[in-house]
Each structure stands twice: as structure tokens, then as C-alpha cells.
């Protein structure tokens, strides 16, 4: 239950750090019920998901937070075009949010498989159903803010107080996290 009603509270989410608190719920929810399956590999993806989450949610919020200090940007609908102006923070931002889908090659997709297949290996479809239903939740409310970053121009107002990116020592600091 808390991993597909906090998605859908992280999915419903305009402001960044809200939607990136509700998707850690659901997130550590993911470790909760694959220890609750007790079965050798599902275990073996609770261990691995606190790992890929601590370092993808991590470079998820120093990318929020360098969003803020540049652009003083809160709320996803005001991200219209700020992967062209902060390229580097939205490159790490993106590598953190495929992760946590579950996209190949980066972390979160070990985890994530190790879970579904604890689940599969112990015949609990619930489970599994949940990991899949959820998989599909991250990425609608992950794949909007990229394809906002990238995708959609810039608003007037963001033309008119041109900014660049976050300093330079929060962007290293995003991205050895993102690495």
C-alpha cells in the first residue's frame, strides 16, 4: 500500500522536494516489503535498493537544491527549459531519476530485479505486481520534470533574468554522486 499511495502522492506533487519526499516513502517502502518477502534474493535487493536510492535520492535533492540556489525554482511547472541553462545539475538530476525507475545500465534496476525475482521466486504476484505498477509510477512522475528540463522552452520571465548553473562546488558534489 505505502509504495503505490506514496507514487500517486509523489505523481500528484508540483513543488521538486515534495515530490522527491513522497518518492523516498515509497522507495524505502520497496526495502520493507522485499525484507518482508524473506527470500534469499529479494533480501540480496533490499540490501542493494538502500545503496542505488541513498546515492540517486541524494543526487535528486542536490540537484533541487542547486535548482533553487540558481534559478530560485521550487515547483516543477517552473522548470520549462532548465536543462539548456543547467545542464550539468539536469544531467545529474536525470542519471538519479532513471535510476530510481529502474532503467538500464544504472543502479536501480539491480535492486529493483533482485526484488521482483525474491517476489517471483517465492510465487508472490502481489509483490511483484506492486514493483511493476510502481516502476511505471516513478516514471510518470520522474519522465515529466527531464522532459520539462529538455524538451520545453523557456518561459519569458526565465529569458528576461538569465541565470547559469549552481556553483561549481555543488555541482561536483551532484555529480560524484551521480557517478
Not at 535520492?57 to 533541487?64: D, G, P, S, Y
Not at 520534470?145 to 548553473?165: C, M, S, T
Request: charged share 10%; aromatic share 8%.
Amino acid at each position: 500500500f505505502t509504495i503505490i499511495a506514496a507514487s500517486v502522492v509523489a505523481l500528484g506533487a508540483d513543488n521538486l522536494k515534495r515530490r522527491l519526499a513522497y518518492s523516498t516513502i515509497s522507495q524505502l517502502a520497496y526495502v520493507v516489503m522485499a525484507a518482508a518477502l524473506l527470500a534469499p534474493l529479494s533480501i540480496m535487493g533490499a540490501v542493494l535498493h538502500i545503496a542505488a536510492h541513498a546515492f540517486s535520492k541524494i543526487t535528486l535533492f542536490f540537484a533541487a537544491g542547486a535548482i533553487y540556489t540558481a534559478a530560485h525554482k521550487t515547483e516543477v511547472s517552473q522548470l520549462d527549459g532548465i536543462g539548456r541553462r543547467m545542464p550539468w545539475t539536469m544531467a545529474a538530476f536525470t542519471i538519479g531519476a532513471l535510476s530510481l525507475i529502474g532503467i538500464p545500465p544504472f543502479a536501480g534496476v539491480i535492486s529493483k530485479w533482485y526484488i521482483l525475482a525474491g517476489a517471483l521466486s517465492v510465487q508472490n504476484s502481489l509483490a511483484a505486481a506492486v514493483i511493476l505498477a510502481s516502476t511505471l509510477l516513478n516514471a510518470a512522475y520522474f519522465l515529466p520534470i527531464v522532459h520539462r528540463a529538455y524538451f520545453r522552452p523557456l518561459d519569458a520571465k526565465a529569458l528576461a533574468h538569465p541565470h547559469g548553473e549552481a556553483p561549481r562546488s555543488m555541482v561536483a558534489a551532484m555529480a560524484i554522486t551521480a557517478a
